[in-house]
């Protein structure tokens, strides 16, 4: 007897057939035109796109949700948003992180995404965030994958403390070894804090993934040294570049050599278009740069490249909802990304390719992978990324942890009624 079986699948890069998913002690055990099996519970997703969840690959859950305290960014802008977030930090407390971070997650599972890796500022000498987000992680187990990344937000070197106190959130758990080299005083210095954090990744055999070259310098060489160290202390595919907008700037020349370093070292590239887009290229008058790290060129090379959705309603952005396919959109849009393949490599960027990043076990819609699945309300993924569909349902483990019903709008003309659901 199986516990489910999804019945009627249109599986992402296989959706001109329809497939039953067999699942069993929360595995997935089949896929197949026709399940012959019982189950103690079925579910008919009618044709619907069945994916596995959707992965946020860089996030701040410290700060999220916090607009308007202690006041909004009034610029938009990347300077006034540090300096807001210098101003909250001293008022945060453990319960309010808690609360916020658990309706984060509630809003990250009604859209599907279960799987989650936000960075936490460690420029606190009571690391208060690092334990209260720690204890976030165990608490939505069950639910969905918290990862998290000790991240220097004010300089691994430029603030004095912020070295000992990283070690610190390394030895209560936290995950990922963060850095932000581009804000540190110098070139040379953003150098020396890679070396130093790669170098104590490598003794701790964890992942890297650094805020990296965040700027609009066309001269900024951090993920060269990114890529450099990665391949000296030998952690290949165990490092992440997050947004790299400097690339955008670079001149084609130096990045036709940078790129082959970046695919020796087996980089991860994260790109966080909603954002990047938003804080970069602020100096620009006219043309104005879009900012973003260039995905297509990266993604063509080879590169696995993931999006995240970085901020939701924090001191740096006041929006968002934490939707990934917005993300997705927006990604194929800047980086002008139409094609038929490019636009299912975005949805890949918010799916399998974020599991890449993130080093998830058991990802997947293939047997043997987790019973992890979404039922969106559309045919395929590009449809998906057009429509940002409703989430019909939402699987961990072969559970349903969430619901929305089908959303059809009617139209009345004359004495006649027209359902709308903008397919076609």
Not at 15 to 42: N, Q, R
Not at 111 to 139: F, Y
Not at 299 to 309: D, P, Q, W
Not at 327 to 349: D, I, P, Y
Request: net charge negative.
């Amino acid at each position: 007897m199986l516990d489910l079986i999804i019945r009627g699948a249109r599986l992402a890069g296989s959706a001109d057939k329809l497939s039953d998913i067999a699942i069993k002690d929360g595995k997935i055990v089949d896929v197949s035109a026709s399940v012959k099996a019982e189950a103690i519970d079925e579910y008919d997703a009618a044709g619907y796109l069945v994916s596995a969840p959707f992965v946020d690959s860089h996030f701040h859950m410290d700060s999220t949700l916090t607009r308007g305290r202690p006041r909004v960014n009034e610029s938009g802008t990347l300077l006034e948003g540090i300096a807001l977030w210098g101003e909250l930090k001293p008022l945060l407390d453990a319960k309010d992180i808690k609360t916020r971070a658990h309706e984060l997650c509630r809003w990250a599972i009604a859209k599907g995404n279960l799987a989650i890796r936000s960075h936490v500022d460690i420029c606190d000498p009571e690391l208060l965030a690092v334990d209260a987000l720690l204890e976030v992680v165990e608490e939505v187990k069950p639910y969905l994958d918290l990862q998290l990344v000790a991240f220097p937000q004010d300089g691994f070197l430029r603030d004095p403390k912020a070295k000992e106190q990283l070690i610190r959130a390394l030895d209560k758990g936290v995950h990922v070894v963060g850095g932000i080299p581009h804000f540190e005083r110098s070139m040379a210095d953003g150098s020396t804090s890679i070396d130093e954090l790669c170098r104590l990744a490598a003794d701790r055999g964890l992942r890297v993934d650094m805020h990296c070259d965040e700027s609009d310098d066309p001269l900024s060489r951090h993920v060269e040294m990114l890529a450099q160290k990665t391949v000296e202390f030998g952690l290949h595919g165990r490092v992440a570049g997050s947004h790299l907008t400097s690339m955008h700037s670079m001149d084609n020349y130096y990045v036709s050599k940078l790129i082959p370093l970046m695919m020796e070292a087996e980089l991860h590239v994260v790109a966080n278009p909603l954002i990047n887009i938003t804080l970069q290229a602020r100096h620009d008058t006219y043309p104005k740069r879009r900012g973003m790290t260039r995905v297509k060129e990266l993604a063509e090379a080879g590169l696995n490249v993931a999006y995240g959705h970085d901020c939701v309603m924090d001191p740096w952005y006041s929006m968002g909802s934490h939707d990934m396919l917005e993300v997705a959109s927006m990604g194929l849009h800047v980086g002008q990304m139409t094609g038929q393949a490019e636009m299912r490599e975005a949805f890949r960027a918010v799916t399998s390719n974020g599991a890449k990043v993130l080093g998830l076990d058991g990802y997947g819609t293939e047997v043997g992978c987790h019973a992890d699945l979404v039922i969106l309300q559309a045919r395929d993924e590009i449809e998906a990324l057009r429509l940002r569909p409703t989430r019909l349902a939402v699987f961990r483990r072969g559970k349903k942890i969430a619901t929305s019903p089908e959303q059809i709008s009617t139209v009345f003309m004359g004495d006649k009624s027209f359902p709308v659901d903008f397919t076609i």
